[in-house]
């Protein structure tokens, strides 16, 4: 348990702990993290290093997973498996075709009126299924150069009303960086919305402190923000009051979540997850088919089966809690519903 100073408790809802200092803290050894959760038992079958894409955890993300369960579905998100070393045939680096679609320094623009920002090349959590493990993103970054060649490509563009950032994560990105990126958007006047896809709010919802709730809060846009849940065990009522905070500033608040095998391929986790959404004050809007990345086939869920599980959840819940199950395929128009 952290315990808050006085000076920490300004706003009552505020966060106690600075989330660059939690950031730091984050679990990065695979043997740190099955001692941490009662598994280091489980530790001869790591894969040798982390064939070039780290383990990183915050530790409250960790405090999250059951004690002793090695099918933990946090757990088995974030810990390196021997199953990502095999070469499956189709699973490649760059699964979603980024590339073509870039058009500046970190601009994608794939789809009718929105623009990405690849805004930071880093997270606080590294998901083991991510499609971004083999690309380089790093040196992709539009903050890098203070966003100046991303907002003068953008300029040119009357068509595009929104502008989603997204990374890695956007929301590693100090205020101050955030900040500059507002300045810079009040020269785009045809821009009317501010989309953010972030972990952060889930993994370490610290992130979601003052600083940040008033820059948001003063934006002259529509906020969108979408978060990434694959499981209700990730909401805690840490979780809950960020997303209070980010709706009290204005903003609505959504899921994405990916449809990982052993992680969240049930209808009961998938239902319970919209419901834990819903009570949280969020909504959910895709459920991803995973994207085809080298080290990740052991993740996939086939086409049928995921049908099969919408399908489920459509007979229980209501419509608006039953997420839209979606590929992403490489010169599409759109997401390509399943
Ligand atoms: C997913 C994505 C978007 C957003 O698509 P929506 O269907 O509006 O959520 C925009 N640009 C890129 C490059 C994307 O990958
Ligand atoms: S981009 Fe999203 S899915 Fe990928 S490692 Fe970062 S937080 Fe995880």
């Known amino acids: 348990m952290i315990t808050a100073s006085p000076a920490a408790r300004i706003t009552p809802d505020a966060p106690a702990a600075d989330w660059r200092q939690l950031w730091r803290e984050a679990v990065t050894d695979a043997a740190e993290l099955l001692q941490l959760v009662g598994l280091q038992h489980l530790a001869g079958e790591l894969p040798p290093a982390d064939a070039g894409f780290q383990l990183r955890v915050p530790r409250g993300f960790v405090a999250r997973m059951r004690h002793g369960d090695p099918r933990d579905p946090l757990l088995l998100q974030v810990l390196p498996q021997l199953a990502e070393l095999d070469e499956v045939p189709g699973f490649v680096a760059d699964a979603v075709g ?66 989603i950032l997204s990374g890695g994560d956007p929301l590693s990105l100090a205020t101050s960086k955030l900040e500059e990126l507002g300045r810079g958007l009040a020269d785009l006047p045809q821009v009317i919305r501010l989309r953010i896809h972030s972990r952060l709010p889930v993994v370490l919802p610290e992130r ?109 819940l209501p419509g608006y809690l039953v997420p839209r199950l979606v590929r992403e395929v490489g010169g599409d128009a759109s997401k390509r519903p399943l």
Not at 134 to 151: C, D, N, R
Not at 222 to 245: F, G, I, M, P
């Open 208 to 316: 979601i402190d003052d600083a940040f709730i008033g820059w948001l809060g003063a934006l002259p846009l529509q906020k969108v923000v979408v978060l990434h849940a694959n499981h209700a065990n990730e909401l805690d009522a840490s979780v809950d009051a960020a997303c209070a905070r980010l709706r009290a500033a204005g903003a609505t608040v959504l899921n994405q979540s990916v449809l990982l095998r052993g992680v969240n391929d049930d209808a009961d986790a998938l239902a319970e997850l919209s419901e834990r959404l819903f009570a949280a004050g969020v909504l959910p809007y895709y459920l991803h088919q995973l994207d085809r990345v080298q080290g990740a086939a052991h993740f996939e869920v086939d086409d049928r089966r995921a049908l099969a599980l919408v399908e489920a959840l459509r007979a229980r």
């Open 98 to 163: 980024d590339m073509a679609a870039r058009e500046a320094r970190g601009v994608l623009h794939k789809y009718h009126g929105r623009a990405l920002l690849i805004a930071s090349g880093s997270c606080a959590v590294n998901c083991r299924y991510c499609f971004r493990r083999h690309f380089p993103y790093g040196e992709e970054m539009a903050a890098s150069g203070q966003w100046k060649q991303a907002l003068e490509h953008l300029r040119q563009d009357p068509s595009i009303s929104e502008l």
